[in-house]
């Protein structure tokens, strides 16, 4: 992997450890995020990504996706550590699921110089289907969508482009299982 | 408009606690609480003890709880006041020990402001609390405190926090009693109501098969209630299975029954610690598996099936991989156990384990809590059994303060009812005994408590003597004074090449004077001829009594596992060497 990338992958951990995502129904309560991100900082699991939208106004949920890297034993002692927290209904580790879906979005803003810098993130754009959220002379954004490794190897790809400026903002994977 | 069917914040906290049948509760007022002192002023159902400082009474919550089987309550102002809590808070959640603390806050309108004492308390307190609330509305408060208070005793119990800024305790709402609360289950978790059938078949056909069991039971086994003790006992005596307790299962099982091996782990016995080593079928009951207990986690009990019964599913494969678990209440368990044995008329009896006894029968006559009690200076592991034969027949309840002292306690007292040993384990909190013993002697007005201590740690809680003097509590102090932190000053010894760096207590106080001049009654042995009379002095007198007992200062506490070390690595003496390679791998270790 180049030293360039924008977001470059720790190869070594993730070869040692899984990486996990978890699905977790937490009442939605003041201080609920805090008892979570300090439940892995205070025991020492990493977060590599979170996110946590009301996903039932009726009866007051949330859900928190949480992807995480670590040995199975370790995911294990995760999830009955989040579902001591007394706001948490469940905690599910979505790679345990026999069915399950993942989808992850980013915004890129991408400042070019000249054509053909241009004609090349077109084709990758146009390759990985990316959306055009806005194009101005020197500069574009692109709405991607999908499971964080296509956004990733998108991300590479257009890394490949010399000379050009990345900016980017990622919503961390959420995904459900059925 | 005033309502007659209102009532303010701090109204509704009283009734709540009345609900609850709260009757002691242990404070220190301040800004914050002063319109619950002030509820509290115009009532008599709810006993306050004044503590001298707010981490007395945390420590006193937690010995009133353990000695009692109820929720231990406690009341502190903002700021400095909850902050002096927060080493109680955690050392009552690393020993499961149900309290609920009440603090006070600075009105909704200043938080955020950096108010006078003003702190983010619920922030501070999150880690080391099973839970904890900011009631902002005083229409939440009646819920908030039934649900504390269930969330406290439920389950693993643990701390709950609930912070009342003072606005919020002027404020008026109704007040719902307790059995208008409808709970949510999943906040409560309260584990499986039902016992695991498999799981119980299975125990009882590994049993059947084993040559070596072994029963290791932990402080689980005390908070799911009495009960338990009886349907361990019943089980152990069914089957003849030797139990080792660790240093929280104390007293689960009779220490001077047949089958006890003692206390297990790091100065547990040797016979507890090679048959946790040596056995093919380990029956966990309410253990985590802690490192004090296990040693060298690659060499822990390498041929044994293992079984665990835990509320706590966290505690279930998390140091140690077990081959099957029931994360179910360990008293209903226990009787399905006994009840399908009986049922099922399984002939035990006949498998009395011969070779397996003769195994540990050989490994008790190493003796290994054996110590030569010279003619002069107190040995204090002497201090403790003669403690202990001039209290047996006594009903009494021990506190201890942390280090050597609490391991010769845990070694030589031996306790046959559980809630009468009330020590810190898991956090491993000096100073946390007196107070405790406070707590625990308002919970059993009648009975004898004594605080085992060392000179090093009673200094951490010293003031709360005076709370002791205040509410006429005849606790009784029993300091093995030797002048130096002794556990840091033995393993100084054992890995630090005997570089005593700041263990010596210079400038100790008189005991007996500073006794006195808390109007407390002070008596000291300073030589084995002194010590009988000592102790029968100290439990004669109906008051509080520091007993200052000067012991040999440089006797070190065996049995050992060294940090890093297996089970069948012990130092039995100071004669028996380490060896090397582990020694420098323990160094790095706790």
């Given at each position: 992997m180049s030293s360039t990338s924008v977001y470059p992958t720790p190869i070594n951990a993730f070869k040692q450890s899984k990486r996990s995502v978890l699905s977790i129904i937490v009442d939605?309560?003041?201080g609920i995020l805090a008892r979570i991100v300090g439940l892995f900082s205070g025991r020492g699991y990493n977060i590599e990504a979170l996110n946590v939208t009301v996903v039932d106004i009726k009866n007051n949920l949330s859900r928190i996706t949480i992807e995480t890297l670590g040995e199975e034993k370790v995911i294990s002692q995760i999830i009955a550590q989040l579902e001591k927290?007394?706001?948490?209904?469940s905690a599910t580790n979505l790679a345990n699921l026999s069915e399950s879906y993942e989808a992850e979005i980013c915004l890129v803003k991408i400042e070019f110089d000249n054509n053909e810098q241009d004609q090349k993130i077109l084709n990758f754009a146009d390759i990985y289907r990316s959306r055009t959220v806005q194009k101005r002379q020197n500069i574009v954004v692109y709405e991607i969508s999908g499971t964080s490794e296509r956004i990733n190897k998108f991300l590479d790809d257009l890394n490949t482009i010399g000379g050009i400026k990345v900016e980017l903002v990622r919503s961390g994977p959420i995904g459900l299982g059925i | 408009m005033d309502n007659e069917n209102e009532f303010t914040g701090a109204d509704i906290l009283l009734k709540a606690l009345k609900d609850q049948e709260v009757d002691t509760i242990f404070g220190y007022p301040g800004g914050a609480v002063l319109p619950i002192y002030d509820a509290i002023f115009g009532q008599n159902f709810l006993k306050h003890v004044l503590v001298r400082q707010e981490a007395g009474a945390v420590h006193a919550a937690e010995g009133y709880a353990r000695s009692s089987g109820k929720v231990g309550v406690l009341l502190v102002t903002s700021g400095p006041g909850v902050t002096n809590v927060v080493t109680g808070l955690t050392d009552a959640l690393m020993d499961s020990i149900p309290i609920v603390c009440i603090s006070g806050q600075v009105p909704s309108h200043l938080i955020g402001t950096d108010a006078f004492q003003e702190c983010d308390t619920t922030g501070i307190t999150r880690p080391c609390t099973k839970h904890n609330y900011l009631v902002k509305d005083v229409s939440k408060l009646s819920e908030t405190i039934h649900e504390a208070f269930k969330i406290a005793s439920s389950g693993r119990p643990g701390p709950v926090l609930i912070d009342i800024p003072k606005d919020v305790q002027f404020a008026k709402s109704k007040y719902i009693p307790k059995k208008d609360i409808i709970f949510r289950e999943h906040r409560i978790k309260a584990g499986s109501k039902k016992v695991d059938k498999n799981f119980v078949q299975e125990l009882v056909n590994h049993i059947k098969k084993s040559e070596r069991p072994i029963f290791y039971v932990g402080g689980g086994c005390l908070n799911s209630g009495p009960q338990a003790s009886q349907e361990l006992i019943k089980l152990v005596n069914k089957t003849n299975i030797p139990i080792t307790t660790t240093l929280h299962g104390l007293g689960c099982f009779p220490g001077e029954d047949k089958s006890s091996l003692g206390m297990l782990g790091m100065h547990g016995n040797y016979e507890a610690n090679l048959a946790m080593n040596k056995c093919d079928l380990m029956i966990n009951v309410?253990?985590?598996?802690?490192d004090r207990v296990t040693g060298r986690l690659d060499a822990f009990s390498p041929d044994s099936v293992k079984f665990h019964i835990d509320?706590?599913?966290?505690?279930?494969?998390?140091?140690v991989k077990v081959d099957f678990h029931t994360n179910t209440d360990i008293t209903m368990t226990l009787k399905e156990i006994n009840s399908f044995i009986e049922s099922n008329n399984i002939e035990l009896e006949k498998k009395d384990y011969t070779n397996w006894w003769g195994l540990i029968n050989d490994w008790r006559k190493?003796?290994?809590l054996h110590y030569e009690q010279g003619e002069d200076i107190i040995k204090p592991q002497h201090a403790i059994s003669r403690l202990y034969d001039l209290t047996t027949q006594k009903d009494t309840f021990i506190t201890t303060e942390v280090g050597q002292h609490q391991m010769w306690a845990a070694q030589y007292y031996k306790f046959s009812k559980p809630n009468r040993w009330i020590t810190s384990g898991g956090l491993g909190t000096m100073g946390f005994g007196m107070p405790a013993a406070v707590g625990a002697q308002m919970a059993n007005p009648n009975s004898l408590v004594i605080d085992i201590a060392g000179e090093a740690s009673f200094l951490m809680n010293i003031q709360e003597i005076a709370t002791a003097v205040q509410y006429k509590l005849p606790i009784k102090i029993f300091i093995l004074n030797n002048e130096y932190m002794g556990m840091v000053r033995q393993w100084q010894e054992l890995l630090h090449g005997s570089r005593y760096s700041e263990s010596y207590v210079d400038a100790l106080p008189d005991f007996k004077k500073l006794a006195e001049s808390f109007n407390a009654v002070g008596v000291r042995a300073k030589n084995i001829s002194e010590l009988d009379d000592a102790i029968n002095e100290m439990v004669s007198i109906d008051r509080p009594v520091i007993a200052d007992i000067w012991v040999d200062k440089k006797e070190n506490c065996f049995p050992m596992i060294p940090s890093g070390a297996a089970h069948h690595e012990m130092l039995l003496s100071k004669y028996d060497k380490e060896n090397p390679e582990n020694q420098e791998k323990g160094k790095v270790l706790v």
């Open positions: 939605n309560e003041p927290l007394v706001p948490v209904h | 309410g253990a985590r598996f802690d509320i706590d599913q966290s505690s279930i494969n998390k140091n190493k003796e290994c």
